[in-house]
Structure formats: C-alpha cells, structure tokens
C-alpha cells in the first residue's frame, strides 16, 4: 500500500522543484489545452505533470485531481489554479487584490520544517530500516559510498544550495544511491515514498541520517560492543 500525503505536502513538493530549477509548471499543459482554457482532462493532467521529472505516486494524483477537480465536469481538472498556488512562489499574483493574504517567501518555502509522517508511516518506516538494517549487517554493506559521488557532483555544480549543505542528494539520485547499496534487492514505489518522506531535507534527501538509521554501528561504535 502507497504512503498517503496530503494535497499541501504533494503542492509543497511541486513548489520546492519549481523554485530549485526555476520550472514553469503551467508550461508542460500547453499541448493538452490549445484553447488555453484552464483544464484538461485527467489523463492529461497525469501526462503533463510526469512531463515534470518529478517523483509521483498514484495518491498523488488522486490527491491533486480531487482538489482541483472541475465540478462541471468531474474529468477534467483545473490545472490554471494549481499553476496559480505553485506560480505564486514567483509572481505573487493578484497581490493588489489580496493585501492580507500572505504569500510564502523562497526561504520561508525552503526553511520549511520536516514532513511529518502518520503513526501507521512511522511503523511502516520502521520495519523498512529494520529490513535494511538486517541486510547492511549480515553482507556487510557500505551504504554511504552509494550516494557521495552524487553530492560531490550536487556541490560542484551548486545543484544543491537549497540543501542543509553537504550530505543530500535528489530524489531520483537517491533511488539510484539505492539501487547501487542494495543491488539485487527490490523497492516499492511506496517504499521510496516512505524513505523521501522520513529523510526529507528542504526538497532532497539526506543520505547521512539515512545511512546512520541502517548502519548504526559505523556511525555509533560504542552500539557494537567494543
């Protein structure tokens, strides 16, 4: 079962990635709405926000679609409101016409505190790091290395400046980081979920707390005995 999170985390995300990479997410619907009328249909709407690069599970999209289902026509969504929510991170829209509202700054957006996780997240998570931890013990696994080429390349390219410095990697660096410490073993979409959600920082992961949940004796020697 896929980890659930609510439409302000899922836009939250959004909103992070199009901050980071300056992205225009309005743009990625321009094929799927010729007539520029502000909705297309589901399947489009699932379309264009892959077009994205971003990580999405289906609650995502469930979540997302009934937010801004149009009530008209329950197949199509409103995508121009969702556009509105994460473009105003850049523009602050009709802020003349809402002089009280106010808008998130980029570094409020950035500084923005851990994703909590649901006590049924927080048991699933734990028997996952459990699984891993098992498996870092018993073949002996150097789990940190997986990811450090990644941020290397991440500070030398100064991808990651929105990161809580040195010691995170993006989404899909991480699942690769995973794949390369734990070959051979396979991860569910909803693993990853619960892995981004409890390693969250600032819109990436961070690999070093990860790494000390599943090896714990590297990082905490007195925990082996010794």
Known sequence: MEAHQQPEDIEHRIKLHALKDRVRIR???????KRRAGHVSQAHF???????????????FVELIRRYQ?????????YSQLCDNIEAIFTEKELEKKPLHTFSTPSELVNR?????????????AMLLARLRER????????KP???DFDR?????????????????????????????????????????????K????????????SAAVDPELYNPASNGS
């Open 146 to 148: 997986a990811f450090q």
């Open 113 to 125: 505190a851990p994703i909590q996780l649901s006590p049924q997240e927080e048991e699933n998570v």
């Open 70 to 78: 149009d009530p008209q026509n329950p197949d199509r969504v409103n």
């Open 46 to 60: 699932r379309t264009a926000m892959g077009y994205t690069k971003m990580y999405f599970v289906e609650n995502d």
């Open 27 to 33: 743009d990625f619907f321009r094929d799927f709405d």
């Open 153 to 197: 390349k991440a500070v030398n390219k100064t991808i990651s400046k929105f990161c809580h410095g040195v010691g995170c990697v993006t989404r899909d660096q991480f699942k690769q980081g995973l794949s390369n410490a734990f070959a051979g073993l396979d991860f569910l979409p909803s693993d990853y979920n619960l892995l981004f959600k």
């Open 136 to 143: 870092v013990k018993i073949r002996r696994l150097l789990v």
């Open 199 to 210: 390693f969250y920082d600032n819109g990436d992961v961070n690999y070093i707390d990860f």
